[in-house]
């Protein structure tokens, strides 16, 4: 099936890396640029130069601007676009261009496309954080993913992927999130049932790391020294395991000062009854005695 892959947080100091990695020699193909005509060389090695020194150049700019009052101040998205097969370089190139224009009208991208034998034909885009429209202030807009089209990105593919070859990918795809969906609903409301199978269940939350980095543009000797050395993967999920820990502790004293918290008002409301009967019976008592007073008296 082919498979959208879309980073809208992408490491904003690793811009230029991420696209060293995207057109090194090895694995890429060919490199194209969309709506950044004035990059197009007419060799692989002069493209891949375009296209580094344009990354540096906007990481640059983007790092003196104003930081954002919240978030992070990104300077590039990250997407892949896989096939199923093993497409000409030529056609891949086509519809990468064609799913940008589609969905990416006014943004500024590099695409490049690899050809590896393992993982089929696939294209690695990197994206502008800026478009070409300019706003009042003669300043570069910002491109804006809503939550709706952020995701849809995969449906999206799949719909102009069944279009070129005449699959049923897009039905297909939907099924398989709302399956995943209502697994995790399942989830969370307790109801234990066999997690839905995918293709990259085989990889591990570690190879799933490792990968991230390398498309940050870390070397392979690097990730074994990492890995050798007690990574800063590894080191950040132990601190992710402590810190939902602390949380999962900080709850659960939570829920025990709201126990005591209740039952100390229960336990109040109890002797709050438990003296309004007594004072009942009293009274009770009290009214006996005077009509046992009255009896003997009227004799």
Not at 10 to 38: G, H, M, Q, W
Request: hydrophobic share 30%.
């Amino acid at each position: 099936m082919s498979i959208l892959k879309f980073n809208g947080k992408a490491n904003p100091n690793a811009s230029a890396e991420n696209v060293k990695y995207i057109t090194r020699e090895k694995a890429c193909a060919d490199i194209s640029f969309y709506n950044l005509d004035e990059l197009k060389a007419d060799s692989l090695t002069e493209a891949r130069s375009n296209a580094i020194a344009y990354a540096e150049t906007r990481k640059d700019i983007e790092s003196r601007q104003p930081p954002p009052p919240r978030g992070i101040a990104r300077n590039h998205h990250r997407m892949v676009l896989s096939f199923d097969r093993n497409e000409t370089t030529e056609n891949a190139r086509d519809q990468a261009q064609q799913f940008l224009k589609e969905n990416f009208t006014d943004a500024r991208a590099i695409v490049a496309i690899h050809q590896d034998k393992a993982e089929m034909t696939h294209a690695h885009v990197w994206i502008d954080c800026r478009t070409r429209e300019l706003d009042k202030r003669s300043i570069e807009k910002k491109l804006q993913i809503d939550k709706a089209t952020y995701k849809s990105l995969d449906e999206r593919w799949a719909r102009q992927y069944d279009r070129t070859y005449g699959t049923d990918y897009e039905h297909e795809y939907k099924e398989k999130k709302d399956e995943t969906r209502e697994w995790k609903r399942d989830r969370v409301a307790g109801i234990d049932r066999k997690k839905p199978t995918r293709a990259r269940d085989g990889m591990t939350a570690d190879s799933f790391r490792e990968k991230d980095l390398r498309d940050s543009g870390v070397e392979q000797h690097e990730l074994i020294e990492k890995r050798i050395d007690r990574n800063k993967f590894i080191i950040a999920a132990g601190q992710r395991c402590i810190t939902d820990t602390h949380k999962q502790i900080d709850s659960g004293e939570r829920e025990v000062t709201k126990f005591e918290h209740e039952f100390r008002e229960t336990l109040a409301a109890s002797k709050r009854l438990q003296h309004t009967v007594t004072g009942m019976d009293r009274a009770n008592k009290r009214a006996a005695e005077r009509a046992n007073i009255d009896r003997e008296l009227s004799r």
